[in-house]
């Protein structure tokens, strides 16, 4: 039956000669009647739709040890196969292999309902105008990518600080549709990793070691979802601590030595060097 649609919707769009703009083109192609947004891809066929993945963080930034989180500004690709916008065999498989659709018609097609679990806070970036890019192939390939400013949880453990590393992670899974209905998966491509980092990236109090892209499908009360996540290495800066906190600290207690060479008869002296070394100890902590 499915097979039998889309030939029928393909030889539809073959062979109406009405069809002479990519608008009208795009109009037949997820017109409401013979696309329905509701519905996944390959539901009819009872088999998973399987969604690659690839993230380009450009930014991190504000890592907070108190709340427990950081920011991060990203692009999210999302890519699955829909065979109800296969177009192949169609004047318009020659004229444009490939179509970049405006970003308002987003709500037209259907995309997955992937979102980021560990997320306290996030938009997407409108400047200057909404950053979304979606482009349908001729055999029915979307793609998909936004850019997201995230502001996401990030279990800290700091009993070694400021000699810590930690591990942060960008959490990804789908909401509603279980493992049966929504794969995901990463991007793999050669020489191409699925997690890409902005070389230009620097943190003032971390420096990012390693990344690492994982599996991570969960399960609840509601079912087995999938999830994939990455695994960001951060190694903490010890040069900005040595810098502000160990060598002037270290500076202070050996002057303060300096009032056991002092004549003890010289009580003004030996207590004012005292507390002095105290009132900077004092304001440096605060």
């Excluded at 040069?239 to 060598?247: A, G, K, W």
Aim: charged share 20%; net charge positive.
């Amino acid at each position: 039956m499915t097979l039998f649609t889309l030939v029928s919707s393909t030889n539809y769009l073959r062979h109406d000669a009405t069809i002479n703009t990519v608008e009208e083109f795009l109009d037949t192609l997820i017109n409401s009647s013979r696309y329905d947004r509701r519905i996944r891809p390959f539901f009819s066929q009872r088999k998973a739709c399987n969604v690659t993945m690839t993230i380009h963080i450009n930014t991190i930034s504000a890592i907070n040890e108190v709340n427990m989180d950081y920011n991060t500004d990203l692009i999210f690709r999302q890519s699955w196969y829909d065979p109800r916008l296969n177009y192949t065999g169609t004047d318009w498989a020659i004229k444009s292999p490939i179509i970049t659709l405006h970003y308002s018609l987003i709500d037209r097609i259907w995309v997955p309902d992937s979102f980021f679990r560990n997320a306290k806070e996030g938009k997407r970036s409108d400047i200057t105008v909404p950053n979304r890019l979606i482009r349908i192939h001729r055999d029915g390939k979307v793609l998909y990518s936004q850019r997201l400013l995230l502001k996401l949880d990030c279990q800290m453990k700091l009993q070694k600080f400021p000699l810590d590393n930690q591990t942060c992670v960008v959490n990804i899974g789908s909401y509603g549709f279980a493992t049966n209905d929504l794969a995901f998966f990463w991007e793999e491509a050669p020489n191409v990793s699925a997690i890409r980092v902005n070389e230009d990236l620097e943190m003032p109090d971390f420096v990012l070691s390693n990344h690492e892209a994982r599996y991570c499908n969960r399960t609840t009360a509601t079912g087995k979802f999938a999830c994939i996540e990455v695994h960001l290495a951060l190694q903490r800066n010890i040069n900005l601590y040595l810098q502000q906190l160990y060598l002037p600290s270290t500076l202070i207690v050996a002057l303060s030595f300096i009032a056991f060479w002092i004549d003890y008869k010289s009580h003004p002296a030996r207590t004012l060097l005292s507390l002095l070394s105290i009132v900077t100890v004092t304001t440096k902590a605060e």
